[in-house]
C-alpha cells in the first residue's frame, strides 16, 4: 500500500523569505512523485514531478522539490515567497511497479504568506 | 486552464436520490480518473478509464459507477446518495501510452463539481 504525509495543515511565511513545504512517502516499488496546488473553487495545478533523474526538479512559478530517497521525502520549497503562492498545497506519490498507478494524494498543506 | 471541464459546478441532492457529473478530458488525453475530495481533506481516488474500461478502482462502494465514451469524456454516477457523498468531485485527465498506469504522465484536474446532499 501507498501513503503521503503532509505533516503540517499550514505553513505561514512573510513575503520575500524561503517557503517549504514537507512532505513524505510510502510505496512499494519505486515512487513517482509530483505536487499540485489548489486555490478556492478552482481545481488542482501541476506544479511539478519527479520520475527519475536528478534528485532537484525544477516545476512551474518558481517551484522546486528535492527527492530524498532514503529519507522517502519529496519537500517543496521555494527561495522566495509571494502573497499570490498562498494556496493548498498537495503531494502525491503513484508507485511505478502498480498495474495500474493509483495516485495516492496527502491531506494538503495550506500556505499563508503574509505581505 | 488545463482543458478539463466538468459540469455542473455546483449541485444539490436529497438522501437516497442519483447524480450523474460528466467530465471533458483534454483534447488528446485517453484516461479518465474521477475524485472525491471531502472538506479539508486531499482528494480520494474513485476509479480510472482508459479505452472505455475501468482499469482501476480505490475504495468505493459499487453504488459509485462510471463510464467513458469513445470521445474519452466520462461520466460518474452516484445512486442512493449518502450525506457523507457531500464533497468536490474531481476529474483527471491524462495520456496512457504503453502499460496503463504506469505511465508517468501528468493527470490534469478540472476545477470540479461540488455536490451537497442533504
Known amino acids: 500500500a501507498q501513503s503521503v504525509a503532509q505533516p503540517e495543515d499550514q505553513v505561514n511565511v512573510a513575503e520575500g523569505n524561503p517557503l517549504t513545504v514537507k512532505c513524505t512517502y510510502s510505496v512499494s516499488g519505486n515512487p513517482y512523485l509530483f505536487w499540485y496546488v489548489q486555490y478556492p473553487n478552482r481545481g488542482l495545478q501541476f506544479l511539478l514531478k519527479?520520475?527519475?533523474?536528478?534528485?532537484l526538479v525544477k516545476g512551474s512559478y518558481g517551484f522546486e522539490a528535492e527527492f530524498n530517497k532514503s529519507q522517502t521525502s519529496f519537500h517543496l520549497k521555494k527561495p522566495s515567497a509571494l502573497v499570490s503562492d498562498s494556496a493548498l498545497y498537495f503531494c502525491a506519490v503513484r508507485d511505478a511497479t502498480d498495474s495500474w498507478g493509483k495516485f495516492q494524494f496527502g491531506a494538503g498543506t495550506q500556505v499563508v504568506v503574509t505581505p | 486552464e488545463t482543458g478539463v471541464t466538468q459540469s455542473p459546478t455546483h449541485l444539490i441532492k436529497t438522501r437516497g436520490q442519483q447524480v450523474t457529473l460528466r467530465c471533458s478530458s483534454q483534447s488528446g488525453h485517453n484516461t479518465v480518473s474521477w475524485y472525491q475530495q471531502a472538506l479539508g481533506q486531499g482528494p480520494q481516488f474513485i476509479f480510472q478509464y482508459y479505452r472505455e474500461e475501468e482499469n482501476g478502482r480505490g475504495n468505493f462502494p459499487p453504488r459509485f459507477s462510471g463510464l467513458q465514451f469513445p470521445n474519452y469524456s466520462s461520466e460518474l454516477n452516484v445512486n442512493a446518495l449518502e450525506l457523507d457523498d457531500s464533497a468536490l468531485y474531481l476529474c483527471?485527465?491524462?495520456?496512457?501510452?504503453?502499460?496503463?498506469?504506469?505511465?508517468?504522465?501528468?493527470?490534469?484536474f478540472g476545477a470540479g463539481t461540488r455536490l451537497s446532499v442533504l
Open positions: 519527479y520520475i527519475t533523474g536528478d534528485n
Open positions: 483527471a485527465s491524462s495520456l496512457s501510452v504503453g502499460i496503463v498506469g504506469r505511465d508517468k504522465n501528468i493527470q490534469y
